[in-house]
């Protein structure tokens, strides 16, 4: 598992070219780091939404800054807090699967990159539908440093590393199947 140092995590996290974080060596930008905690944060408002959906109280409220309520008040941790070290564990995921994948010559199959397209195309249906062009939809969801260079590089990155992941889970699967034999 990749060291990880954070070196921007303050009031200056999002700060445009700033370094937040280094993973085995290689320097993450403020951006990539960004796309996760949206990613993360999405994810939240959408478990919030399916909470409301059954009258179940929900304890994030997206019109709250998130630095401004209790993920765990016990812990003095708040949502921001919360949410930029889910996106820190999967930026850090992400990125040892894909060095592991470099490392083993595995590239991106025609299929992951079909999935890619398909992503890229799905902001491009939302984004009409909102009257954006691309880079405008993407900088509302993600914000203002995620650029559509950042968020392919992102996509391509999480999809190399789910495939890399299932291709080592079944090499592994085969070879213990081979040693019961």
Same mark, same amino acid.
């Given at each position: ?5 954070? *070196? !921007?995590?303050?009031?200056? @996290? ?5 370094? $937040? /974080? ?11 780091? =960004? +796309? ?11 478990? $919030? =939404? ?9 304890? @994030? ?18 949502? $921001? ?5 889910? $996106? *820190?564990?999967?930026?850090? =995921?992400? /990125?040892?699967?894909?060095? /592991?994948?470099? &490392?083993?010559? +595995? ?8 999935? *890619? ?5 799905? @902001? ?23 650029? %559509?260079? !950042?968020?392919?590089?992102? *996509? ?6 789910? %495939? ?10 085969? &070879?213990?199947?081979?040693? &019961?034999?």
């Amino acid at each position: 598992v990749g060291a990880v140092a954070l *070196l !921007v995590w303050n009031s200056h @996290f999002w700060e445009k070219g700033a370094v $937040a /974080a280094t993973i085995d060596g290689v320097d993450y930008k403020a951006a990539d780091l =960004q +796309y996760y905690y949206s990613q993360v944060r999405n994810s939240e408002i959408q478990m $919030a =939404q399916y909470y409301a959906y059954y009258g179940i109280p929900a304890t @994030f409220d997206a019109t709250v800054s998130d630095g401004e309520q209790w993920y765990s008040e016990s812990d003095g941790k708040t949502y $921001a807090d919360y949410f930029r070290e889910q $996106a *820190l564990t999967s930026l850090q =995921q992400t /990125a040892v699967a894909c060095k /592991a994948a470099q &490392e083993a010559g +595995y590239t991106l199959s025609e299929a992951g990159e079909k999935e *890619l397209q398909e992503n890229l195309s799905s @902001f491009d249906k939302y984004a009409a539908q909102s009257n954006m062009t691309r880079g405008a939809y993407i900088s509302y969801l993600y914000g203002g440093e995620v650029t %559509e260079k !950042v968020l392919t590089r992102n *996509l391509r990155n999480d999809i190399l590393a789910d %495939e890399y992941r299932q291709y080592y889970q079944d090499s592994q699967t085969y &070879e213990d199947a081979d040693l &019961e034999t």
